[in-house]
């Protein structure tokens, strides 16, 4: 178990990216205020060179509006193939993307995006970096190259990840949040989503997920179902919406059961919950959600 001390210790990547994200958009002192946090502990954060404590992490997962869990790395990923892919593709695409923009060699590019490394030393580079970036033009100043220097890893970074990012949700025609909460691990990807990425990337679908972690997730499916089923019958009021409920669980006990003596593989069963989960209407998973966010 990993130590909460104070000042000490490594700061998870999703909080440094996070604030980064706050600093460039806003600058420290605004970001430090509005998040509630001393401005000191705002740069060690930034530098990835302090660990959060669990009351700070629970006050940034409000501010940001995600768990504690995804700000200390995400959940327990099931298929870390699938990450390496995202990995590599986003940043090959992203440095590739970023080298044809601004005419500047990969080489260059990812030493500027490394921190600690040399950086630009001549002014059209710096200048070229400036105005691709957003930077503000007083950067690009004497007075203020130390903060250029500061803030030229992570933004170049970013963007290189954002690029690369929206490079490949254009190739798989997965929306790009959704393949960024992937890379960060905020979620596992779908089995329709995986086998989309293997198709797009020329990888086996076998490679990338294993059959028992498969058919776990298809166990666990099948348990949130029965969750989800109980409870909507202990808080739904409505007469209709509750006939609703009661044709789901019918057809849910018939599928599964059936199911259960003909095959155990995840495909059929993960096939057939989803048209049960398709099958629910708009107006009850309307209800469901407004109870859970009310709960």
């Not at 490594?10 to 509005?34: C, F, H, M, S």
């Not at 970096?129 to 890893?153: H, M, V």
């Not at 044709?247 to 096939?271: D, F, N, V, Y």
Request: proline share 4%.
């Amino acid at each position: 178990m990993v130590a909460m001390g104070r000042g000490g210790g490594k700061t998870p990547e999703r909080v440094v990216q996070l604030i980064n994200d706050e600093i460039t958009k806003n600058g420290q002192n605004a970001t430090a205020r509005a998040m509630g946090l001393p401005l000191y502990s705002i740069q060690k954060y930034m530098k990835g060179i302090a660990e959060p404590s669990q009351a700070t992490l629970e006050k940034l997962a409000v501010y940001f509006g995600i768990t504690v869990e995804s700000l200390r790395g995400g959940t327990k990923n099931p298929f870390p193939r699938v990450k390496e892919l995202l990995f590599k593709e986003i940043t090959e695409a992203g440095k590739n993307i970023i080298t044809s923009e601004t005419g500047l060699p990969i080489y260059e590019i990812e030493l500027y995006m490394a921190a600690g490394m040399p950086l630009p030393e001549n002014n059209e580079t710096r200048g070229l970096l400036s105005d691709y970036l957003g930077l503000p033009t007083e950067l690009f100043k004497i007075k203020g190259w130390d903060k250029f220097l500061e803030i030229l890893p992570h933004t170049l970074g970013r963007e290189a990840f954002k690029k690369g990012r929206d490079e490949v949700a254009k190739k798989t025609g997965i929306n790009s949040s959704v393949i960024e909460k992937a890379y960060y691990e905020d979620i596992v990807l779908s089995e329709k989503s995986i086998k989309t990425l293997s198709e797009s990337y020329n990888v086996s679908f076998e490679y990338l997920c294993d059959e028992q972690a498969l058919d776990d997730r298809s166990k666990q499916a099948s348990k949130e179902l029965w969750s989800s089923i109980d409870f909507l019958k202990e808080n739904i009021e409505d007469e209709t919406l509750m006939k609703h409920v009661h044709q789901i669980e019918s057809s849910a006990e018939t599928i599964l059961l059936t199911l259960h003596g003909i095959s155990q593989k995840h495909k059929t069963i993960r096939g057939r919950t989803k048209q049960i989960i398709d099958a629910i209407p708009h107006d009850v998973l309307s209800v469901v959600t407004d109870k859970i966010n009310n709960k």
